[in-house]
């Protein structure tokens, strides 16, 4: 695992010039998914590949910012809009595709610079996001191009609302039609394969896959069900 020095929160100083850079990022990125995402969280990457100006100057601008944030709230926020940003670059960069499954090292070795570090998108979910914040819901915004995540939501994630924000867009997705399928006969339950993939982040001790999405479920399920997960979507959550 990379080591960084990402010691984005918790420090005694604020700089005016970074919280200045930082407030304009949210107000430029919440326009740009605005934009370009649709309410139920499409992505307009045929029109963002023929005007990809915004995107870059939106990501151009926080290559040198200092991302030692004093706020834990605007350091979530902000990685949360810098993956979300970055996966889009990434598609326009190879568009038009239908989707980004076996694309080599989409996810894991194509890097880019936000404040002065190298980084991927794997080193912002899993070093950053993942580890050091410990928010299982945060998987719930992050749409790795693929109809098979949670879907964009056609705004920022914004320092003041960002922990309000994730909580209603992790209860939409798992509220959402067909989102897990229950078999009472063979008493098991079908899950997303995210519960797979990241066990651990919604499995522990004696709390399992199915006791977390009841955090958010307005129906609850039975947690004594054997949990199984259905094969995921890979195909490109673009706009029609």
């Known amino acids: 695992m990379k080591k960084f020095t990402l010691t984005i929160f918790f420090l005694s100083f604020s700089l005016i010039s970074v919280a200045q850079t930082a407030d304009l990022f949210f107000e430029q990125t919440n326009e740009f998914f605005k934009k370009n995402v649709t309410n ?18 939106i990501l151009s601008n926080i290559e040198k910012l200092d991302t030692k944030f004093s706020d834990k709230k605007l350091a979530k926020a902000f990685w949360i809009n810098v993956y979300n940003l970055h996966v889009i670059k990434s598609v326009i960069d190879l568009y038009p595709i239908a989707s980004i499954e076996k694309v080599p090292g989409f996810f894991s ?21 993942r580890d050091l914040f410990f928010d299982s819901a945060v998987h719930f915004t992050l749409a790795s191009a693929a ?15 960002v922990d309000e924000q994730i909580k209603n867009q992790a209860t939409l997705v798992i509220n959402s039609k067909n989102y897990f399928f229950v078999n009472k006969d063979l008493k098991i339950i079908e899950l997303p394969k995210i519960f797979e993939w990241y066990k651990k982040d919604f499995a522990v001790n004696y709390f ?10 307005v129906k609850k399920v039975d947690n004594h069900l054997t949990v199984t997960t259905y094969d995921f979507d890979w195909s490109l959550n673009e706009k029609k």
């Open 40 to 57: 139920d969280g499409k992505v307009d990457y045929a029109s963002i590949k023929k005007s990809p100006g915004e995107l870059i100057y």
């Open 147 to 161: 109809n098979g995540c949670a879907p964009l939501l056609n705004g920022a994630y914004l320092p003041n609302e």
């Open 109 to 129: 070795s194509n890097s880019f610079t936000v404040g002065n570090q190298e980084l991927t998108l794997d080193d912002i979910q899993n070093v950053i996001l």
């Open 208 to 217: 399992n896959e199915i006791d977390f999405i009841n955090l958010f479920l």
